[in-house]
């Protein structure tokens, strides 16, 4: 507790009180990326801001049972394994599936769901857990066979 005591303050001494509007600035930047995210995989919005629903349904998004909520709170597996996978996992249901994309959510996570929620270009294309994704044909493009 005594880090995050030293670096509260540290930023406080820095930045002053503008550190709360920079804060309160990636909260509502979160949350608008979010929202978006939801409002691609056809899901409603609004449930970007409700805590609990909020996880249930970014589980459901990329395929997993909402029980796997409990998982998180395996002290080693669910922050050191489980959430860089489900990070990986929603890049995967977006057709995102490099090396570099999966780098960048787990290292960036914020804005790389920023990225993803607010580009034109990305499009979701359904729940990736379990290896039984199939990926689909863009938007407008059907595959030819000649």
């Known amino acids: ?82 959430i860089p996978k489900v990070w990986i996992e929603l890049c995967q249901s977006f057709g995102k599936r490099s090396l570099l994309d999966y780098v960048l959510v787990v290292v960036l996570n914020g804005l790389y769901i920023f990225n993803l929620g607010m580009s034109y270009d990305t499009v979701y294309e359904g729940p990736a857990y379990g290896g039984t994704h199939v990926p689909q044909p863009a938007h407008g493009h059907s595959p030819s066979l000649a």
């Open 1 to 82: 507790m005594g880090i995050v005591k030293d670096a509260f303050y540290f930023l406080y001494n820095q930045f002053g009180d503008s550190m709360f509007y920079i804060a309160g600035f990636m909260v509502v930047l979160s949350i608008v990326a979010l929202w978006r995210l939801y409002d691609k995989a056809g899901q409603a919005g609004i449930t970007a801001i409700i805590p609990v629903v909020n996880m249930v349904v970014f589980l459901k998004i990329i395929g997993r049972p909402a029980w796997h909520i409990a998982l998180f709170f395996i002290p080693v597996y669910g922050q050191l394994y489980l």
